[in-house]
């Protein structure tokens, strides 16, 4: 081995060392960079009647964005009541009943290259199943989308928690002669509730930033979502595309940055919410 | 007799084959609606330079180098930076490092339309007034053909810059955990016969967790191959081959949400023959990660 004097050695760690710090402050910095730029763009703009009025089509200045909010809410709403009843079920299966090992891992390989699918294609997916066979783009398609997202997300965080539980607690269950039903409901998903909790929230509070799937499925509308089932929705995520994009007027971008702000603040807070709430809650006990 | 556990399990394994079927689905809907395409043009679609809604006249291969070309940016400048930021994660104090773990999981989380917006009204005209020229006239590049264009602030560099950005926070929080899962033993080892901290990354964590690190990056090259919003904002959405890195171009997945809505016929199926391109090359990057994560995984359980 080449012998090297130990200053030397020691002075190219410290180097690496201060360049690593570096970096990370490098990530940080950008992160406030952005969030710094929004905030201060969106702030501008914000008021009481930009949150509780509904747009306005182009060219009209003086609109709000209530409609999006709402119809973000409902669309998000819709995907979490579509997804998270089979995932978390698809979940239970890998943890507790599996009794193919390979299809098994089948399965898990399946969901984790789901997870990296780009989500456009999950937007044409969509597009192809619900909005060219019924005719018209909906909130619920966009739903259905989501939906996809969300679904091997959720799953694998499931099995991930449910395999956390120790294996006494499931015999101790199935002494007293509990069915493997009810073993899974009612103990085994009951402690590993909180994990459960957390994995869907913070798998909601992503998806609900997403935009790429909604241009394919929700569109756009300026108007309060009352046709969620057959008509295009209004949404965050493509009102701030369509104003930074597609607008000359300079009212409409900085509209664009006020929904922004609103976007980041719901998922930021919901992504930071979820953490601290269960965090705190798990030192507690 | 009414059998509940029977039907319950039944139900689980249903909903869990889902995973399987959505899969396999997307392939044969994709492939389906792109049938037209393949038919007319056969594979030389992905070789062709000629997207012309006018001649009906198709060709992938702009957006797929347009892919390919911001995806290795941003692998370029974010894998140096995610495995320094990482190995400072590790080794931070615990409340320093938990504060700024969470700083980067909550950069993961900023929606893309927000990365997209920022780099449209902020980072372009940046990249537009000093980066640009910076490049080409201080530093001299402007004879090399790649820095060649004019300076407008769009293009394959700031769509890749961007996507550096995005997908830092994924290459880290993955490297972040394959450094952790190096048994404490090899590493007091090392310290033990005087290595300094750097070598001991060096010819310990970094061999015995390669693999997973190269999980990691196919994770982060997924995100950059996929990422949609983001890279439509800035990049300029030309559908010619690139003459620079600052020139416009396109990716597949901008050119999917740029052109669906007004696109029908042949044009239609040229989007969806271009999403087939995309799918198929999402799946085996994502194969791939998972053979690595999986092997990683597989070694922890050994010992």
Known sequence: MK???????????????????????????????????????????????????????????????????????????????????????????????????????????????????????????????????????????????????????????????????????????????????????????????NGLLTGILLALSRVSGETAPLLFTALFSDSWPTGYFSEPTANLPVLITEYATNSPFESMQRAGWGAALVVTILVLCSNLGVRIFFREKKSGQ | MFNADGIFQRVCMVTAMLAGVLMLVFFIQLGISSQAVWREFGLGFIFSTDWNPVTNSYGALPAVVGTLITTFIALLLALPLSFFAALYLVDAKPCVGEVLGHGIDLLAAIPSVIYGMWGLFVLAPLMQKYVQPFLAETLCLKSIAWFGDEYNGFGLMTAGLILAVMILPYICAIMRDVFKMTPAMLKESAYGVGCTKWETVKDIVLRYGIRGILGGVFIGLGRALGETMAVLFVIGNLMTMPKSLFSGATTIASTLANNFAEADGMQKSALFALGLILLVMSFGIQAIAQYYLHVTGKRRGEK
Request: aromatic share 8%.
């Open chain 1, 3 to 193: 012998k090297r004097g130990i200053f030397l050695r020691k002075a190219k760690d410290g180097l690496i060392r201060i360049f690593s710090a570096m970096t990370i402050l490098l990530a940080i910095g950008v992160m406030v960079w952005i969030l710094y730029t929004v905030i201060c763009k969106g702030a501008a703009i914000m008021s009481f009647g930009f949150l509780t009025h509904a747009s306005k089509p182009f060219g009209i200045a003086a609109g709000g964005v209530a409609n999006a909010i709402l119809g973000s809410l409902l669309i998000t709403l819709g995907a979490a009541i579509i997804a998270i009843p089979p995932a978390v079920c698809a979940g239970i299966y890998l943890a507790e009943f599996s009794t193919y090992p390979k299809l098994s891992g089948v399965l898990r390989f399946c969901a984790n290259v789901m997870m990296g699918i780009p989500s456009v294609l999950v937007g044409l997916f969509v597009y192809m199943l619900m909005v060219a066979t019924m005719g018209h783009f909906s909130g619920l398609s966009a739903s259905v989308a989501l939906a996809i997202i969300m679904f091997p997300v959720i799953m694998r965080t499931t099995e991930d928690m449910l395999l956390m539980i120790p294996y006494t607690l499931r015999e101790s269950a199935l002494a007293l002669g509990m069915t493997k039903t009810r073993t899974t409901l009612a103990v085994v998903c009951r402690s590993a509730k």
